[in-house]
């Protein structure tokens, strides 16, 4: 799991990448294409484990 400082920077990436990317016009680029999906998906998966761990703790806590 990513830390927070981590989750910013590959947010700033995709952001950038995007906008640069639409700026190049090359968003048809399959690689393009290709590495900002990777992107997005891994920091849908960070977000997705930072919820669950963070739902596992409380439980935890509770007990």
Do not use: A, R
Not at 14 to 24: E, R
Not at 38 to 49: D, G, K, P, S
């Amino acid at each position: 799991m990513l830390n927070d400082q981590q989750s910013l920077i590959l947010c700033g990436i995709l952001t950038v990448g995007i906008f640069v990317s639409g700026l190049l016009d090359i968003l048809d680029n399959f690689i393009v294409l290709t590495i900002l999906t990777i992107t997005f998906i891994v920091i849908l998966i960070n977000i997705y484990l930072s919820i669950q761990t963070s739902q596992t703790e409380e439980i935890e806590n509770e007990e």
